[in-house]
């Protein structure tokens, strides 16, 4: 069995874009309220009394967008800061991030995932909710004050959407070239309401290598993440591009992650609703740490049935919530 010692922490649910994958129009969010987000206090007496005694080590802060959550350096302070923490990282849209990255290294942060699904601010506008090009500028002063404040590895997320980005792949690929930045291409999930994403749809990760291979050729690479990322390379580049196949190849045999909402609840799917632990408010009525250590390590030793539910019925996921509420 795979071993599960990775735990994503969504902060918050709420975001400053509203992007089409991810949020699309028309999506009615009843955002928790700030009482029922999981306290520092409560995040911290998790990890260290249920999730780091049975064997979580990484850690990944995302949301919603984390660095809307009050006093989010603090909390990656405490965390890096656990003696047991052996990787602490942040997926983020780096709209604030230029103000905020040099306090979040200082704090112990040290890699970083951001999200930049196009190099056009008029087609960044239109995949975030925004027409405006100041949106852009913003993410991409983001990108470059965590480059400079010497995030290692840092990483871009783009979500490909035939239509509406798919004809940037080459330019977006490009920027793993000269530094060494690396572009993981996502495939797009309907997760929410998928009535919703209307014309939306995904392109098969292999297609976009072809078209990778036909300009640079491409190979596999030697350095592999902790995720589900596939890895190459550009012959010479610095940089690696990353392939995130959810729809095309299922990857849940190599599953070594749980996900933690913002307001505490443990999923131990993505995909799947099956067996999640409502723990704040055990935790608020009082239920012994050591109690809710045996539930999560109950739920462990059945998570990879869980993982495989979904898609050996073949039926749909239960997606009561979309990624900026789960935490992607
Ligand atoms: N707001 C932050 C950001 O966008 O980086 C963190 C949260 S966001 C939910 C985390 C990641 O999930 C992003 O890289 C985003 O592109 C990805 N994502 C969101 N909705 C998705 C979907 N429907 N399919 C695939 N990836 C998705
Ligand atoms: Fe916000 Fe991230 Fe979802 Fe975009 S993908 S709406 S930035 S949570």
């Not at 069995?1 to 089409?20: A, E, P």
């Not at 660095?67 to 990656?76: A, E, F, N, S, T």
């Not at 309401?193 to 291979?213: D, H, K, M, Y």
Request: charged share 20%; glycine share 8%.
């Amino acid at each position: 069995m795979n071993t599960v010692d990775y735990l994503r922490i969504s902060l918050i649910d709420r975001c400053n874009f509203q992007c089409q994958y991810c949020m699309p129009e028309g999506t009615e969010l009843d955002y928790i309220l700030r009482q029922e987000l999981l306290s520092h206090e409560e995040l911290i007496t998790l990890l260290k009394e249920v999730f780091i005694p049975i064997g979580f080590r990484k850690f990944r802060l995302t949301g919603g967008e984390p660095l809307l959550r009050p006093g989010v350096v603090d909390l990656v302070r405490e965390i890096a800061s656990l003696p047991q923490t052996q990787d602490l990282a942040m997926t983020t849209n780096a709209f604030l991030l230029a103000g905020m990255a040099q306090a979040l290294y200082d704090a112990g942060l040290r890699r970083i995932n951001i999200s930049l699904d196009s190099l056009e601010p008029e087609t960044f506008g239109k995949i975030t909710g925004n027409q405006g090009h100041w949106r852009w500028q913003k993410t991409w002063e983001g990108i470059q004050a965590a480059y400079r404040v010497g995030f290692n590895p840092l990483k871009l997320n783009v979500v490909v959407i035939p239509g509406i980005n798919d004809h940037e792949v080459l330019d977006l690929a490009a920027l793993s070239i000269e530094r060494c930045w690396h572009i993981r291409f996502i495939e797009f999930m309907p997760i929410g309401n998928a009535q919703l994403f209307g014309e939306l749809s995904w392109v098969p990760s292999e297609q976009l290598r072809q078209q990778i291979r036909e300009r640079w050729g491409l190979t596999e690479s030697t350095v592999r993440g902790n995720g589900p990322a596939d890895v190459f390379q550009i012959p010479g580049a610095q940089g690696t591009l990353g392939f995130i196949s959810q729809m095309s190849e299922c990857f849940c045999d190599r599953c070594n992650r749980m996900r933690l909402s913002a307001d505490g609840w443990l999923r131990p799917c993505l995909l799947n609703e099956t067996g999640q632990i409502d723990l704040k408010t055990a935790l608020r009525n009082g239920v012994d740490t050591t109690d809710l250590r045996e539930q999560v390590s109950q739920l462990l030793m059945i998570k990879s049935e869980i993982n495989f539910k979904q898609r050996d019925s073949g039926t749909e996921g239960i997606y009561t919530r979309t990624m900026s509420q789960i935490g992607g």
